[in-house]
């Protein structure tokens, strides 16, 4: 062995901590599909047949260390996943998913504290950002029924399935925004008649009563999550015009107050997340005509300026994220009538032009993601008639084709995801 010897150094505990010059390495090589490790020592990890968990130790003091390393320079093809155990991971959660599967790749990991948790500082590990985990279900609530507002939900499963109707959800009303929050649970904010309030939904998709002043009242916002844990709502109709003011929820489902955004004052636009951390808001109406612009929203909830020429302008359109990266635009009110076209939008927030209609025309759907990859439009009207149909979307953006019977007709309503769990 060679290298510097160094001291040993005490923890508060009274036990002598590991140091870089005494890791005590074992001489097994790991070759199962799950290992758990010990602060202190440093391990070699064979992937050649299987991938490997890798769980750390559920509790932790500050300089604790672990190593491990690519045996078989094999982790491109079997990687390697860090489970936290209950303690964060860069400053992130247990929730999220750590994974490494770079060819020939060693992780050096030391403890910090518990705001940081596990922090790596070897130089090829230092980069890796956590990935977080995705939407497995949703929940489509709120709306216009057949002659008044609502306040009824219906859950989708992560196989796409619409449950029947849940009643009592909060004050009945439409034009509803809703994002998810806190990766695994959402908000439902503001409606017609210029409301300012907001419902938070459980990770088991349980809608809760209203919380009243959360932000200026107004109808047919957009909502979107965005740097994985928030949310953000913007733009609108309310008393004096059409809004460009933003409301930023944090991952405890807390809504700030009013802030200013750029961009043009509209309503019924849709928005969605995509590249994994940003949003973006697209379409809408400011009152003298149906748009075709977009604002691209960074992970820190600044929303751009508009960009211009996304599609055929129309509004009472809706969004979803698909594809863990990607977004889709989807239905809407163009100049006249109501359109069945989306568009997609790539993880750098390029809007793409017009996919020809699937599915049965119309406006004023709900759009949420499901299954980890996936999305689902539902609900609407064709301007005769409230609609109970749905549409499923899959990983590549392909629209279904109309599956119907999927609870009680209506329009303006609102969906989010929630729940890791499928």
Same mark, same amino acid.
Request: charge should be negative; glycine fraction near 14%; hydrophobic fraction near 35%.
């Given at each position: 062995?060679?290298?510097?010897?160094?001291?040993?150094?005490?923890?508060?505990?009274? !036990?002598?901590?590991?140091?870089?010059?005494?890791? &005590?390495?074992?001489?097994?090589?790991?070759?199962?599909? *799950?290992?758990?490790?010990?602060?202190?020592?440093?391990?070699?990890?064979?992937?050649?047949?299987?991938?490997?968990?890798?769980?750390?130790?559920?509790?932790?003091?500050?300089?604790?260390?672990?190593?491990?390393?690519?045996?078989?320079?094999?982790?491109?093809?079997?990687?390697?996943?860090?489970?936290?155990?209950?303690?964060?991971?860069?400053?992130?959660?247990?929730?999220?998913?750590?994974?490494?599967?770079?060819?020939?790749? @060693?992780?050096?990991?030391?403890?910090?504290?518990? *705001?940081?948790?596990?922090?790596?500082?070897?130089?090829?590990?230092?980069?890796?950002?956590?990935?977080?985990?995705? !939407?497995?279900?949703?929940?489509?609530?709120?709306?216009?029924?057949?002659?008044?507002?609502?306040?009824?939900?219906?859950?989708?499963?992560?196989?796409?399935?619409?449950?029947?109707?849940? !009643?009592?959800?909060? *004050?009945?009303?439409?034009?509803?925004?809703?994002?998810?929050?806190?990766?695994?649970?959402?908000?439902?904010?503001?409606? &017609?008649?210029?409301?300012?309030?907001?419902?938070?939904?459980?990770? @088991?998709?349980?809608?809760?009563? &209203? *919380?009243?002043?959360?932000?200026?009242?107004?109808?047919?916002?957009?909502?979107?999550?965005?740097?994985?844990?928030?949310?953000?709502?913007?733009?609108?109709?309310?008393?004096?015009?059409?809004?460009?003011?933003?409301?930023?929820?944090?991952?405890?489902?807390?809504?700030?107050?009013?802030?200013?955004?750029?961009?043009?004052?509209?309503?019924?636009?849709?928005?969605?997340?995509?590249?994994?951390?940003?949003?973006?808001?697209?379409?809408?109406?400011?009152?003298?005509?149906?748009?075709?612009?977009?604002?691209?929203?960074?992970?820190?909830?600044?929303?751009?300026?508009?960009? @211009?020429?996304?599609?055929?302008?129309?509004?009472?359109?809706?969004?979803?994220?698909?594809?863990?990266?990607?977004?889709?635009?989807?239905?809407?009110?163009?100049?006249?009538?109501?359109?069945?076209?989306?568009?997609?939008?790539?993880?750098?927030?390029?809007?793409?032009?017009?996919?020809?209609?699937?599915?049965?025309?119309?406006?004023?759907?709900?759009?949420?993601?499901?299954?980890? &990859?996936?999305?689902?439009?539902?609900?609407?009207?064709?301007?005769?008639?409230?609609?109970?149909?749905?549409?499923?979307?899959?990983? @590549?953006?392909?629209?279904?084709?109309?599956?119907?019977?999927?609870?009680?007709?209506?329009?303006?309503?609102?969906?989010?995801?929630?729940?890791?769990?499928?």
């Amino acid at each position: 062995m060679s290298g510097v010897i160094v001291n040993n150094v005490a923890r508060a505990s009274g !036990t002598i901590a590991a140091t870089p010059g005494g890791l &005590d390495w074992s001489t097994a090589v790991v070759t199962g599909s *799950t290992v758990t490790v010990e602060a202190g020592r440093g391990y070699f990890i064979n992937t050649s047949s299987n991938a490997c968990t890798v769980t750390l130790p559920s509790s932790a003091e500050a300089g604790d260390q672990i190593i491990i390393a690519d045996y078989a320079r094999t982790w491109s093809t079997n990687a390697v996943t860090l489970d936290s155990n209950g303690l964060n991971f860069q400053g992130q959660a247990d929730t999220y998913t750590v994974d490494y599967d770079t060819v020939g790749q @060693s992780l050096n990991i030391v403890y910090s504290d518990s *705001t940081k948790g596990w922090l790596p500082v070897s130089d090829d590990a230092v980069a890796l950002v956590p990935v977080a985990p995705t !939407t497995q279900k949703g929940i489509f609530a709120y709306g216009y029924g057949a002659s008044s507002v609502v306040s009824l939900s219906n859950l989708i499963n992560s196989s796409g399935v619409i449950a029947s109707d849940v !009643t009592g959800v909060g *004050t009945a009303r439409s034009g509803v925004a809703g994002a998810t929050y806190g990766l695994d649970k959402g908000i439902f904010g503001f409606g &017609d008649g210029n409301k300012a309030m907001t419902n938070l939904v459980s990770n @088991s998709g349980v809608v809760a009563s &209203d *919380t009243t002043g959360t932000g200026t009242g107004r109808v047919e916002p957009a909502a979107s999550s965005y740097d994985g844990d928030k949310a953000i709502f913007a733009f609108g109709e309310y008393s004096a015009g059409f809004s460009v003011t933003r409301n930023l929820v944090n991952s405890s489902g807390v809504m700030a107050s009013d802030a200013s955004a750029a961009g043009t004052g509209r309503f019924a636009l849709g928005a969605a997340e995509y590249g994994g951390d940003k949003a973006i808001f697209a379409y809408g109406s400011n009152g003298s005509g149906k748009l075709s612009m977009s604002n691209l929203v960074t992970n820190a909830g600044i929303i751009g300026s508009d960009v @211009s020429g996304v599609g055929t302008a129309r509004n009472y359109i809706k969004a979803a994220r698909y594809g863990d990266d990607k977004a889709i635009f989807a239905f809407g009110a163009p100049s006249s009538g109501v359109t069945g076209v989306s568009n997609l939008v790539s993880n750098s927030g390029v809007v793409a032009s017009d996919v020809s209609a699937v599915g049965t025309a119309r406006r004023s759907p709900g759009a949420c993601g499901y299954g980890g &990859d996936k999305a689902a439009f539902a609900y609407g009207t064709d301007n005769s008639n409230n609609l109970s149909t749905k549409n499923l979307i899959n990983s @590549s953006g392909v629209v279904g084709s109309d599956v119907s019977g999927v609870g009680t007709a209506r329009r303006d309503l609102a969906a989010l995801g929630y729940s890791i769990t499928a």
